[in-house]
């Protein structure tokens, strides 16, 4: 059983900051990608940042030199440092693990349950 728990939103004035964090727990052995999404309501999920391979980042445009995600000291745990915070990044952010390696299986695909994250202006 795979779980991805995610903790640290939370509603901040512009200019602000918040730092999110995931951790994958279960009988995982390795995780090839972990990442952030975001979704405000009538829009697609999108991109925010992910990290390949503990050490390859991606950023959307929109949040580059803002935000910074960062593999934790504990095993499969990944955070995203969010600075200098607009009020369109308003959104839910979820975790995403993709390539979780068990100990009895390879999950490809895999989602946290979401954190409101809400600037106000």
């Known amino acids: 059983q795979v779980q991805l728990v995610e903790s640290g939103g939370g509603l901040v004035q512009a200019g602000g900051s918040l730092r999110l964090s995931c951790a994958a727990s279960?009988?995982?052995?390795?995780?090839?990608?972990m990442g952030w999404y975001r979704q405000v309501p009538g829009k697609q999920r999108e991109l925010v940042a992910n990290?390949?391979?503990?050490?390859?980042?991606n950023y959307a445009d929109s949040v580059k030199g803002r935000f910074t995600i960062s593999r934790g000291n504990a095993k499969n745990t990944v955070y995203l440092q969010m600075n200098s915070l607009k009020p369109e990044d308003t959104a839910v952010y979820y975790c995403?693990?993709?390539?979780?390696?068990?100990?009895?299986?390879?999950?490809?695909?895999?989602w946290g349950q979401g954190t409101q994250v809400t600037v106000s202006s």
């Open positions: 995403r693990a993709i390539g979780i390696y068990t100990t009895t299986t390879l999950i490809t695909n895999y």
């Open positions: 990290l390949i391979s503990g050490n390859i980042t």
């Open positions: 279960g009988s995982i052995f390795a995780i090839n990608t």
